[in-house]
């Protein structure tokens, strides 16, 4: 396997395009996460099934977010996408997410070139409102069995404000 952070770079982030890396699809309750020293995928763990990813996550190579992790990715498609895939992604938005104190953002995406939808999604508010609130529940309790209430969506925020935390998460990797 290839090592995403040397092969990849973060994407054309300005004209709101990056590369995403899938690490969990939609609808798994495994908690698989890139392991950077080791350039490969590896199951961190099993989550109860009531936790189960209402979207594909994933990361943007060559980011670091506060938490010092790659910057997380929520990629939004009709079907589940399988670990170890990359896509072209057009940022719609981000969610503003603490993890146990620290800030753990999670940019949202979706394809860049969706031929499905005719490209109509383009910001959070093109996204069903029930699909809003189902990522921010899923967020907001799926720790709840191990450490209730360490988990807190701060709210949303626009492209322009996603692309920020992008252009900070690269200066970040560039500078380790």
């Excluded at 054309?12 to 969990?24: H, K, L, Q």
């Excluded at 594909?56 to 990629?75: H, R, V």
């Excluded at 895939?85 to 949202?108: N, Q, R, S, T």
Aim: net charge negative.
């Amino acid at each position: 396997m290839a090592d995403f952070n040397k092969i990849l770079t973060p994407g054309d982030y300005e004209n709101g395009i990056v590369n995403v890396v899938i690490e969990i699809p939609t609808g798994s309750n495994h908690k698989i996460e890139w392991n950077r020293d080791l350039a490969a995928f590896q199951l961190d763990r099993v989550e109860p099934a009531i936790f189960a990813k209402p979207t594909n996550y994933g990361f943007i190579p060559q980011t670091l977010d506060e938490d010092g992790d790659e910057l997380d990715a929520l990629i939004i498609t009709d079907q589940p996408l399988i670990t170890g895939i990359f896509l072209e992604a057009k940022i719609i938005g981000v969610m503003k997410f603490e993890d146990d104190g620290e800030i753990d953002d999670k940019v949202v995406v979706v394809p860049a070139d969706d031929r499905h939808t005719g490209n109509a999604i383009n910001t959070l508010a093109d996204l069903p409102e029930r699909l809003i609130q189902q990522i921010e529940h899923h967020f907001t309790h799926y720790k709840d069995l191990k450490k209730p209430g360490s988990t807190i969506v701060k709210g949303w925020g626009d492209a322009e404000e996603a692309k920020e935390i992008i252009r900070e998460s690269i200066v970040r990797w560039n500078e380790k």
